[in-house]
């Protein structure tokens, strides 16, 4: 999207840190961004040039939904691009908000096993005028993409399920981790559990992060799960197991500054439930088949409701189901108050 705003425009590293990741588990991942990186109208896709990859008009807000009352994604995609690409690409948005006035909104929005996605980082305050502020661009259009893609790949908050939060599922599907990058297990692992829930208790929230989002982008730990965490069972939790990883190291869930207690009916997600919280191999739930799914169409999903998780169906001309997409939720403050500190930096 045509905008001087660095959260909406892609970013080399960021793109390169995706492939990276997908290639290091036996995918290649192609994106296309036209012209933007070589300027040069030759197809090159060291450059990310595939022939494609069109500058849109900028929109301050972009709805998902097929609405002909204002610009959507699909009426980006219907005129921007190729027909012949459909059944064979992603389309990806970079755009600006997802909120109807323009205001800062979650993150993205993408299609749950379909080929349809947008990242909607923009009046996020992300720059490039100092190496922590780009890291921090860098490593969020990374992990945003990664997060809206593995959507589209069939995977939910909780890997094959809607339930979010969980300590031991280390992946960016799971917002404890999307934006603030993998935990480091058997060093100081429940730093991303601190920083969410007990934001600068000196009790627990005392060492910086590992690998942070404010480090270089090779250093940032990207990953969906492999599935290898043992269940936390919120009937009773025992703190030395910490994440309930082989090499875990004890984890102060309650931030009381002891980490060997037997917590109680204890809401680590803090979900408002006593459950038992699973770890799913998420890598081996992979549906790269988005053109046998309903998601695949090219008119994309009619207006609905702002529920978070959308159960759609298509007109009436064409009874089918169509599979669900996810808005993410708003950023929260603290977030916003750390981007708006680095820029002022």
Known sequence: MDSSDVGITPHRTALEKVATVFAEKGYTVHFDVGDLFDQSTNTAPQNFDLGGGNLVPFNSYTPFEYDLSSPNLFAYKMEYSDITRRPIFHYLLMASSGNEDGSISGSGIAEISGNDLM?????????????????????????????????????????????????????????????????????NEGDRYYERFYPGNASCDIAPNTNSHLDSTDDFIIDYSNGSSADLNESTILEVQGLNRNSSLPVDFN????????????????????????????WSMLNLQFYMQSAGNRFGVPKTNNSK????????????????????????????????AIKEQ
């Open 255 to 282: 931030c009381n500054a002891i980490n060997t207690e037997s917590l109680t009916s204890f809401d680590t997600n803090q979900d408002n439930t006593i459950s038992i919280l699973s770890d799913v191999d998420e």
């Open 309 to 340: 998780v959308h159960n759609l169906q298509s007109s009436p001309t064409n009874i089918e189901t169509l599979p669900s997409y996810i808005k993410e939720a708003q950023p929260s403050s603290t977030i916003i108050a750390e981007l708006k």
């Open 119 to 187: 990242v909607t980082m923009g009046g996020w305050g992300l720059t490039l005028d100092t190496q922590v502020a780009t890291n921090v661009t860098y490593n969020y259009q990374a992990s945003t993409i990664f997060h809206e893609l593995g959507h589209n790949l069939g995977l939910y908050h909780g890997g094959d399920e809607e339930v979010n939060f969980k300590p031991n599922h280390l992946s960016f599907m799971n917002y404890l981790y999307q934006l603030a990058g993998l935990s480091t297990i058997g060093n």
